[in-house]
């Protein structure tokens, strides 16, 4: 069974890091497209930053600068190290990725920034 399964958010203050990975099991990722998406309460979901098999990114402006998003593809894991955070990246993050015809979504880590 093809999972995706997030870690690694937390509460932290105005101005910190976090690292949250994004595991996958019952498949090798090595060219597919991994996307981290988050939503905050009251909100709809959205794209944050996507990365691609020859390790080019794509990021949200809110966050260009201070996020990273990597993979390791002998770890079948997809990284997204987060900076200076802001109370406004307050939400449920979220990987993704259409694996063997079928959209995966992860269950969610919370990150919550505090001012």
């Known amino acids: 069974q093809v999972q995706l399964a997030e870690s690694g958010g937390g509460l932290v203050q105005a101005g910190g890091s976090l690292r949250l990975s994004c595991v996958a099991s019952?498949?090798?990722?090595?060219?597919?497209?991994v996307g981290w998406y988050r939503q905050a309460p009251g909100k709809q979901r959205e794209l944050v930053a996507m990365?691609?098999?020859?390790?080019?990114?794509n990021y949200i402006a809110s966050v260009q600068g201070r996020f990273t998003i990597s993979r390791d593809n002998a770890k079948n894991t997809v990284y997204l190290q987060m900076n200076s955070l802001k109370p406004e990246d307050t939400a449920v993050y979220y990987c993704?990725?259409?694996?063997?015809?079928?959209?995966?979504w992860g269950q969610g880590t919370q990150v919550t920034v505090s001012s």
């Open positions: 993704n990725a259409i694996i063997l015809g079928y959209d995966r």
């Open positions: 019952g498949y090798r990722l090595r060219n597919d497209v």
């Open positions: 990365i691609f098999s020859d390790g080019g990114a």
